[in-house]
């Protein structure tokens, strides 16, 4: 089992900036790949970011890609989300994912952190 607990959102103005950051306990998080989706009110969990076990390869959503900057420490048992330049349009819950890089290890949700964007 692993626990994830984001925390660093708020409410932040248009063109400002936040670091999300989710902790793991209950197994190490070198066993995931780690990433962050949002959801915003009345659409779907989309997905954000995400960077493998080692934190060698990361990946980016189009609508973040050169705003956003996803690093994981594993020695911390911890990922963030640097999010920079932000839009109304970021407006969302934002959750992290371990995903197991075998089936075996499953697959886990934190419960989420609000992020609001003021124009």
């Known amino acids: 089992q692993v626990q994830l607990v984001e925390s660093g959102g708020g409410l932040v103005q248009a063109g400002g900036s936040l670091r999300l950051s989710c902790a793991a306990s209950?197994?190490?998080?070198?066993?995931?790949?780690m990433e962050w989706f949002r959801q915003a009110p009345g659409k779907e969990r989309e997905f954000v970011a995400s960077?493998?076990?080692?934190?060698?390869?990361?990946n980016y959503a189009d609508l973040v890609k050169g705003r956003f900057t996803i690093s994981r420490d594993n020695d911390k048992n911890m990922v963030s989300l640097q999010m920079n330049s932000l839009k109304p349009e970021d407006t969302a819950v934002y959750y992290c994912?371990?995903?197991?890089?075998?089936?075996?290890?499953?697959?886990?949700w934190g419960q989420g952190t609000q992020v609001t964007v003021s124009s």
């Open positions: 994912h371990a995903r197991g890089v075998v089936p075996t290890y499953g697959n886990y």
């Open positions: 209950g197994r190490l998080l070198s066993f995931y790949d």
């Open positions: 960077v493998t076990r080692g934190g060698g390869s990361t």
